[in-house]
């Protein structure tokens, strides 16, 4: 890295100093494939990523919009009574006079009391940011210019404008205190900095002492400059190396004409976003906002926003502006289900919403992130969607505290949040082919995610896409099934020791055809043939621009996967609420519980659990650990263990820079499985199983303010058995047996919790009330809630396992060798895995998807069983229920039907998938797509 021709800045003031003149600043990583230690190293040369605030980890949200004080308002009320997170809230350009494209005084016909509107939003917990173009420089007509020109010396009365020179001292420091300073204290947490671009003008002189940069810069660092403890923060631009220190990152504006946002324009976002840190500038934010003709698009760019680095919202002005003069204003669109442009917008979805009902006392039109129809009760544009796009923004909300514990990571190492997969596996030539076909990258050190990026089938509705598996043992996140990866190490080129060969060693090209499906290699659509074959890829030889010859509307990649490597790949198929995420077999993630309808409130009340959730202490957290397949793995050979895993959580204040100065707290966790079966006295009986424990360290640190004293747990033990014993250990309650809920559990406060256990108390002699467990079978996850826990003291949980006999697992391979048409991995590498992996693999996925298949075919009554006189069918109603079957078995501790039920669960698969091919045979063409359809979810 060349650093020569940098400016320095002096000493006593933070401001440009000059040139490096006489001097040469070369450095030079060299840490081979130690991609971790070049960035930790690099740190240390450029400085360290700052942490961002914590709200900066949970939901934005902006619209282009000429809101007033009380809509604004109303946008969080949105929010809050349809479940979505908030924590971030930006006004863009509307919110200053509009005099000119530059401003920095409150347009008080809109805002009148603008304060009371920041009183009320900084109260819901959010943070709050203002956009802001500098070019113009600050005019006659703003509120504090006859300050600024006081403190420059200037005549307030002949001078009309000061204008932007980033390398005038006095005029920047004046317009940062006397003009930027006044909107900080009352309003505005941060600065959108939305015009700095380009290398030079308004004092600078270009390369790297460029404007953009140097805003950031300014105004990352202005809180310390004057003395405030408060954390910096800005969103702007890339300003070149260096960058990094100033988060967060803005990519730009989208485009915003009716067809302009494509699937393209979405792919190229995951390669962009993970490969950026490898400069240290890990936070980008995006404009996830929808096209307007493409429902799917927008759902999928929502969702891979919701699994990125930053995940903001941005309606940048479809629903504003000239594509809403229609002469009807109901049909105002942002997104459209039709194809086509049509003269009837009325199905749109997510950042303009008109509710137009008669018990809404506020404003006719409302915005956020769904339509209602007149009705006020459906969603226009789908509930489909609205249920997907507000399930990602609820996973997102419930992952801060693992972001979090990522952001200090960043801190301390270098490594972004979100990081390419050559970071972990970097002697896997597979895991350098990230691509617009092959998007999946690590967000944190546990999560591999693979956001959807192309369109889903017309017939199926399923999207499939390529997914490495690393090596090791993983876990789809969705469907519960146990993936094991292979190693294809990465090779070096004999004639050439310096040159590393990240590609097979022979490329074998299929003929693309319109049955052959080829796919992407590339990763930003400008690769030329050497670039693709360096990359062990196949050139797209093809004749008429890369279309298929003589077939000008069948499009191939220009640059595709060789045979080579799609051998290393897997083919996933997702439907519309899904994305597929890995999680490392034997971690423990760390979220906070998804309070369903608000069920959990904070201490003190009155402030909705999803609006500025990310700004309040962790009170309580959800521990998901990734049991199965985790036999074997390094933790588990510990010892002569079954598994095993541990992670550690991060806490601090959240907005402050104490931190730097040790004021935080760490919290270690493990779990280990010993062997503790018992042999049964025959092979159909369900024997005890192995115990697992979970060892909940005391915090350690020097703390910090509003420090948490106790907090509620959720354990979750994902694709768990059924308990046989669930013991909680503690400091305060000693040793106690936990006892099952009569009903599910909703996340409430401990009052209402207590209330709904009614007389399932816990057995010990103090009768404390500490705790309880439930099984779901939806999910396969064994449950356990625990209140009131020190976190300055340990805690210990233990659950002895049933589990199944050799009969339970012979009828398993039975049944499943029915199922040829279906590939599921773990069987082939049974002895990776404990026989209770191998029957839960997928089982939540099989429940799941049965379910779907089952609603799409009652929407027309075509569900085999449901309508009179087919009493003898029914197979697929019967694998949808078979949910609550397992619940059943479980909550009354009847192991041998539970793993009779397991057992069962791919014969039960095989029949419903025959039924539906009978129905498929027989029914016509009215309702065949659905019949198509549900044969997919079944067989997918």
């Not at 779901?776 to 805690?795: A, K, N, R, V």
Request: glycine share 8%; aromatic share 10%.
């Amino acid at each position: 890295m060349d650093d020569s021709l940098n400016y320095a800045l002096s000493d006593d003031s933070d401001f440009w100093d000059g040139p490096n003149s006489n001097d040469i600043d070369l450095y030079m990583f060299a840490h081979g494939l130690d991609y971790k230690g070049a960035l930790n190293d690099y740190i240390r040369v450029g400085g360290s990523i700052a942490m961002v605030p914590r709200n900066a980890m949970g939901v934005w949200w902006t619209r282009w919009y000429d809101f007033n004080q009380q809509t604004a308002l109303d946008s969080v009320d949105d929010f809050r009574t349809r479940s979505i997170p908030l924590d971030i809230l930006v006004l863009d350009m509307n919110w200053h006079l509009k005099n000119d494209w530059t401003g920095y005084t409150f347009d008080t016909r809109l805002y009148p009391q603008v304060e009371d509107l920041f009183d009320q939003l900084h109260y819901e917990g959010l943070l709050t940011a203002g956009n802001i173009h500098d070019a113009d420089g600050v005019m006659n007509f703003e509120a504090q210019f006859e300050q600024m020109c006081t403190t420059l010396g200037y005549d307030p009365v002949t001078t009309t404008v000061v204008p932007y020179n980033i390398s005038d001292y006095p005029s920047q420091m004046a317009l940062e205190d006397d003009v930027m300073l006044p909107l900080e204290e009352t309003t505005f947490d941060f600065w959108w900095i939305d015009w700095q671009q380009g290398e030079s003008g308004y004092g600078a002189e270009g390369g790297k002492m460029n404007p953009t940069i140097w805003t950031s810069h300014v105004r990352s660092t202005n809180k310390q400059r004057r003395g405030s403890d408060e954390r910096g923060m800005v969103l702007s631009r890339w300003g070149g190396l260096g960058g990094h220190r100033y988060q967060v990152g803005f990519s730009g504006d989208v485009q915003v004409r009716w067809n302009d946002k494509n699937w393209e324009d979405l792919s190229y976002q995951p390669y962009f976003s993970a490969t950026a840190s490898n400069v240290g500038f890990g936070y980008w934010s995006h404009d996830i906002v929808g096209p307007p003709l493409d429902m799917e698009l927008y759902v999928r760019w929502l969702q891979w926003g919701a699994f990125s680095s930053v995940m903001r919202n941005h309606d940048r002005g479809m629903s504003a502006g000239q594509l809403c003069s229609d002469t009807d204003p109901s049909v105002c669109a942002v997104v459209s289900e039709e194809k086509k442009m049509t003269t009837d917008r009325k199905n749109l979805v997510i950042f303009y919403v008109h509710i137009h009902t008669h018990t809404h006392t506020r404003h006719a039109h409302t915005h956020t992130n769904l339509h209602v129809s007149s009705e006020g009760a459906t969603m226009d544009a789908g509930n489909d969607n609205f249920v997907a796009m507000r399930n990602a923004l609820r996973a997102r909300g419930a992952l801060l505290p693992y972001l979090y514990t990522s952001v200090r990571e960043s801190y301390d190492f270098g490594i972004g949040v979100m990081r390419p997969m050559y970071y972990e596996f970097p002697d896997e030539f597979p895991a350098y082919l990230q691509s617009r076909s092959l998007p999946q990258y690590f967000l944190g050190d546990t999560m591999v995610v693979s956001p959807i990026v192309t369109p889903s089938d017309s017939d199926t509705k399923l999207a499939d896409q390529l997914l490495w598996i690393p090596p090791g043992n993983w876990m789809e996140r969705t469907t519960g099934l146990l993936r094991t990866g292979s190693s294809s190490v990465v090779g070096v080129d004999d004639e050439n020791k310096r040159k590393l060969i990240l590609k097979p060693s022979t490329t074998t090209c299929a003929s693309p055809t319109t049955t052959n499906k080829v796919y992407d290699c590339a990763s930003n659509g400008f690769y030329n043939q050497e670039q693709c074959e360096r990359k062990g890829c196949c050139w797209n030889d093809l004749t008429n621009g890369g279309n298929h010859q003589n077939r000008t509307d069948v499009k191939f990649p220009t640059c595709f996967y060789s045979n080579e490597i799609m051998s290393q790949l897997i083919t996933k198929y997702a439907d519309l609420d899904e994305t597929p995420i890995l999680i490392k077999s034997g971690s423990i993630l760390i979220e906070f519980p998804d309070s369903v309808n608000g069920g959990y409130q904070p201490v003190g009340g009155g402030v909705s659990d999803l609006i500025g959730r990310a700004s309040r202490s962790y009170d309580c957290l959800s521990l998901s650990i990734f049991l199965s397949g985790s036999y074997n793995n390094e933790k588990g050979r510990e010892g002569g263990g079954l598994g095993g895993g541990s992670t550690v959580l991060y806490e601090d204040d959240g907005q402050t820079i104490a931190y730097v100065n040790g004021s935080f707290m760490t919290t270690s966790m493990s779990w280990s499985l010993s062997n503790t079966s018992t042999s049964s006295s025959t092979s159909t009986s369900t024997s005890t199983g192995n115990l697992l424990t979970l060892n909940v360290e005391a915090a350690s640190g020097n703390g910090f303010a509003d420090m948490p004293v106790s907090r509620d747990y959720e354990v979750r033990i994902v694709n768990s058995p059924p308990p046989m014993q669930v013991t909680l250990t503690s400091t305060s309650n000693m040793k106690q047996t936990l006892k099952s809920l009569k009903a599910r559990p909703g996340y409430m406060k401990k009052d209402k919790f207590k209330k709904r256990r009614n007389d399932n108390k816990i057995n010990d002699n103090n009768n404390d009330d500490n705790g309880s467990w439930y099984y779901d079978g939806t999910t396969t996850t064994l449950i356990i809630s625990i209140t009131d826990q020190s976190t300055t003291s340990p805690f210990s949980i233990s659950c002895q396992f049933s589990q199944p006999s050799s009969q339970h697992e012979k009828n398993y391979f039975k049944h499943y060798a029915l199922l040829n048409k279906i590939s599921r991995t773990t069987t082939s590498s049974s002895s990776l895995y404990l026989s209770q992996d191998i029957l839960l693999s997928g089982v939540r996925g099989v429940l799941r998807r049965s379910l779907m298949a089952k609603e799409i075919l009652n929407e027309a009554r075509l569900c085999p069983g449901e309508t009179t006189g087919e009493q003898n069918e029914g197979a697929l109603q019967l694998l949808s229920s078979t949910s609550s079957i397992l619940t059943n078995n479980a909550m009354n501790l009847n192991y041998d039907m539970f793993w009779n039920t397991i057992s069962n669960i791919p014969n039960s698969l095989y029949d419903a998938m025959n039924e539906i091919d009978t129905l498929l045979v027989n029914q016509t063409k009215i309702g065949e797509w659905r019949v198509v359809q549900a044969r997919a979810y079944l067989e997918a």
